[in-house]
């Protein structure tokens, strides 16, 4: 059984009701028994309209060559569960990546079956490293664990390497539970899909109107 330590990164968004889009999926998974870190995943996502701004770029750190082997979503999906093998606990930093995931799994009409036993470990680690931070960001949880981070802040690998270092050095005081992805989680997501819609449908009439 591994931990699978995820981090999403997400294109900028500059126009009222614009969609959250996943950019990057950074992936590392840990051995439960040898608590070691035994292999990694990344690939990048080329959003709706095929392009990343150099914003975006320049926030994950990501070259402009990159966007050479992007990928559309449905297919970086396709390529991430099969990585993730049929047992494993996935986890990330606080629980906004995983509210991404089914959002834009939604949008896009993709199962979700393989969203399962997650955990957000930010919450525990915290507690162990801050009786007073639960919800500390990941660098100053790094900080204050005494690891030195590797790479640069907000790509997705490296954050997920990060994160793993982190629960590797704490595993022994996290519970990891088992779960199925709640009908709820799926309708939330459904509701703000609606939001945004009807969002965007607004701003449009608004440009029209000014024209």
């Not at 990694?40 to 959003?47: E, H, K, T, V, W």
């Not at 986890?91 to 896009?108: E, F, M, P």
Request: charged share 30%.
């Amino acid at each position: 059984m591994n931990a699978v330590i995820f981090d999403l990164e997400l294109v900028k968004r500059f126009k009222v009701g614009q969609p959250s889009e996943i950019v990057e999926i950074g992936a590392c998974k840990v051995n439960l028994s040898t608590k070691q870190m035994i292999d990694q995943f990344q690939l990048y996502i080329s959003p709706k309209h095929g392009y990343i701004s150099k914003s975006t770029r320049k926030f994950i750190n990501m070259k402009k060559e990159d966007m050479k082997n992007t990928v559309p979503f449905h297919q970086g999906i396709e390529q991430f569960t099969e990585w993730l093998g049929n047992e494993y606990y996935l986890c990330s930093w606080g629980k906004d990546d995983k509210a991404h995931l089914i959002n834009q799994c939604v949008r896009n009409r993709i199962e979700l079956e393989w969203l399962k036993n997650y955990n957000d470990i930010q919450k525990q680690i915290g507690k162990i490293i801050s009786a007073e931070h639960t919800q500390l960001g990941l660098k100053n949880a790094l900080q204050l664990a005494g690891i030195e981070p590797v790479g640069k802040a907000h790509r997705g690998i490296d954050d997920a390497i990060n994160t793993a270092e982190l629960f590797i050095k704490y595993i022994d005081s996290i519970t990891l539970n088992e779960n199925i992805l709640s009908k709820k989680e799926i309708s939330k997501q459904y509701v703000k899909i609606k939001k945004m819609r009807s969002l965007q449908r607004s701003e449009a009439q608004k440009r029209r109107n000014e024209k």
